[in-house]
């Protein structure tokens, strides 16, 4: 992957690593993924804990697509310990089941059904329940089931795939939003966005508990957001975003880093 964007007063240095292309931001984010479940396998064997699991969710919308792709090809496909990692919804949209616009059929036309992904480590949020409160309140109850934390904790997934949307949402938390609040719940139910139907979202704290968050942007519609994201601006969910012990990098294209690169005063290399 590339190293992260240079620059004497570059603020954004050590979290954001700037490609030249969407195919190159694929790649780098399948190598990123890759790496994190290694080396999280590679610390479990030491620990003589052979049987964990590994923990990683995933979003939907247009720009991981590609990734997912690449994951579930060679030379991943015959590397990746599928076995043991455990996958689930960042968010989804309450559309019926098997929907096009659905999450979770992007995620299985892209990787469930190529990859050898067991069945039973595929974690999705059921839209076939009457509602997405209902829906919501059964995805928290199974990540409770695979997350023993104490009362008032929250998960610790090893790795979290987030996009960020031109107006500066995460997951399916929108600015503005109630949702978008810190409180207690792992799981909620949403609204905004494109396509403008109810969502069923992982919450702020959840993001922010897990050990790695990878965020991937591209595309010059995203510069601003990006931008305000790295900036902080406290408006935009993303920026909400941060992990207390873990780290959070972001990967971007050119056309996405254009005015992060331009106002952090640094370039890619
Ligand atoms: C969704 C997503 C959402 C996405 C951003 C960016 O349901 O749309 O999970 O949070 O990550 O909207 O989407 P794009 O990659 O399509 O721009």
């Given at each position: 992957m590339?190293?992260?964007?240079s620059?004497g007063e570059?603020p954004y240095a050590e979290?954001?690593?700037?490609v030249s292309?969407?195919e190159?931001?694929?790649r780098?984010?399948a190598g990123?993924?890759?790496?994190?479940?290694?080396?999280?396998?590679?610390v479990?064997?030491r620990?003589?804990?052979?049987?964990?699991v590994i923990?990683?969710a995933?979003?939907?919308?247009e720009?991981?697509r590609?990734t997912y792709e690449?994951l579930?090809a060679e030379?991943?496909r015959a590397?990746?310990?599928?076995?043991?990692v455990?996958?689930?919804?960042?968010?989804e949209?309450?559309?019926?089941?098997?929907?096009?616009?659905?999450?979770?059929?992007?995620?299985?036309?892209?990787?469930?059904?190529?990859?050898p992904v067991?069945?039973?480590?595929v974690?999705?949020?059921?839209?076939?329940?009457?509602?997405?409160?209902?829906?919501?309140?059964r995805?928290?109850?199974a990540?409770?089931?695979?997350?023993?934390?104490?009362?008032?904790?929250?998960?610790?997934f090893?790795?979290?795939?987030l996009?960020?949307?031109?107006?500066?949402?995460?997951a399916s938390?929108?600015?503005g939003r109630?949702e978008?609040?810190?409180?207690?719940a792992w799981?909620?139910?949403?609204?905004g966005?494109e396509?403008?139907v109810?969502?069923?979202?992982?919450?702020i704290?959840?993001?922010?508990a897990?050990?790695?968050?990878?965020?991937?942007?591209?595309?010059a519609k995203?510069?601003?957001?990006?931008y305000?994201?790295?900036?902080g601006d406290?408006?935009?969910?993303?920026s909400r975003?941060?992990?207390?012990?873990?780290?959070?990098?972001?990967?971007?294209?050119?056309?996405?880093?254009?005015l992060?690169?331009?106002?952090?005063?640094?370039?890619?290399?």
């Amino acid at each position: 992957m590339a190293p992260p964007v240079s620059g004497g007063e570059n603020p954004y240095a050590e979290r954001l690593f700037v490609v030249s292309s969407a195919e190159e931001l694929a790649r780098a984010a399948a190598g990123r993924l890759w790496g994190i479940v290694r080396e999280r396998a590679a610390v479990l064997a030491r620990g003589g804990r052979p049987v964990s699991v590994i923990h990683v969710a995933l979003s939907g919308g247009e720009t991981p697509r590609r990734t997912y792709e690449i994951l579930s090809a060679e030379p991943y496909r015959a590397r990746f310990p599928w076995e043991r990692v455990h996958f689930y919804q960042v968010d989804e949209r309450w559309v019926p089941p098997g929907d096009p616009r659905s999450n979770r059929t992007m995620l299985r036309e892209t990787l469930f059904s190529r990859a050898p992904v067991p069945e039973s480590n595929v974690h999705c949020v059921d839209t076939g329940f009457p509602g997405p409160s209902v829906g919501a309140r059964r995805y928290e109850e199974a990540l409770r089931a695979a997350f023993p934390v104490p009362p008032g904790g929250f998960p610790r997934f090893d790795a979290i795939l987030l996009g960020i949307g031109e107006d500066g949402h995460t997951a399916s938390l929108f600015p503005g939003r109630p949702e978008t609040a810190v409180g207690g719940a792992w799981v909620v139910a949403s609204e905004g966005g494109e396509p403008p139907v109810p969502r069923v979202t992982l919450t702020i704290p959840v993001l922010s508990a897990a050990a790695q968050v990878v965020f991937l942007v591209s595309g010059a519609k995203k510069a601003r957001a990006l931008y305000g994201v790295l900036s902080g601006d406290p408006a935009l969910p993303a920026s909400r975003v941060s992990p207390s012990r873990g780290k959070v990098t972001f990967l971007a294209d050119e056309p996405a880093a254009s005015l992060a690169i331009r106002k952090g005063g640094g370039g890619s290399r």
